[in-house]
């Protein structure tokens, strides 16, 4: 069955640091999410990005967040300036294009731990 | 508001016994997804249903079974004899429609299934 991997899975770095989180979505999925989930606590969307653009992003994604897809498999979220708060496991999921355009599903990746210290 | 509530912050269950867990969503949307994912001490989300709000037929896969009654906006998840291995997180999410494809999670249940 096709997955979503994130590489690394699990990340330490230094506050003020950038960090890139690399995801590899499924080859034939056109929409690609990143989600955050602080230890403990639910899920939460951050963007969402569509033909090579963000579609919706939340209030998390503010301007230390960014996302690319830089060639056609990978798709990285890079937060700039880690702060301590930036710490959680962070999701990456990939959905396709579906003729009823709501009803689709979501492929998950395994995530990434990211730690700030 | 888009919202999902799990009002059950943990439950602890003896093997074998049959656990409901409440789900209950707000959207004033008159299409919407909802979602279970089941996430495992491992960490990662497992997909466990879809439904959309036109078809409120009950489902049953195996030991788990889902109740959506959109009258009262509900979308509980019950699961059967229950099993050591079904200890985990479990989360419902709504998808409103047409918004950039995202879920608006839960703040989850934990479930833990003693022997």
């Known amino acids: 069955e096709p997955e979503v991997t994130q590489t690394p899975s699990h990340q330490v770095t230094q506050m003020g640091q950038e960090v890139i989180l690399r995801c590899v979505p499924i080859s034939n999925h056109l929409y690609f999410y990143w989600y955050r989930q602080i230890l403990g606590q639910k899920v939460e969307f951050l963007v969402s990005f569509y033909n090579n653009e963000i579609s919706e992003k939340s209030e998390i994604f503010d301007d230390q967040f960014s996302v690319e897809r830089p060639d056609g498999s990978n798709f990285t979220l890079k937060i700039r300036s880690t702060k301590l708060e930036d710490s959680a496991m962070y999701f990456c999921a990939s959905s396709e294009a579906a003729r009823d355009r709501g009803n689709y599903g979501y492929t998950f990746g395994s995530g990434t731990r990211l730690t700030v210290v | 508001a888009q919202k999902v509530t799990q009002a059950q912050t943990e439950i602890s269950v003896v093997e074998k016994e049959d656990v409901t867990l409440d789900c209950v969503y707000e959207t004033r949307d008159t299409t919407y997804y909802l979602f279970w994912y089941k996430q495992p001490p491992s960490g990662e989300l497992v997909f466990l249903i879809r439904r959309n709000s036109f078809d409120e037929q009950n489902e049953i896969s195996g030991r788990y079974s889902w109740n959506f009654q959109k009258s009262t906006s509900s979308f509980n998840f019950t699961i059967t004899a229950s099993q050591v291995v079904d200890s985990a997180v479990y989360f419902c999410?709504?998808?409103?429609?047409?918004?950039?494809?995202?879920?608006?999670f839960g703040q989850g249940t934990e479930l833990s299934v003693k022997p």
């Open positions: 999410a709504l998808r409103p429609y047409n918004q950039g494809g995202k879920l608006i």
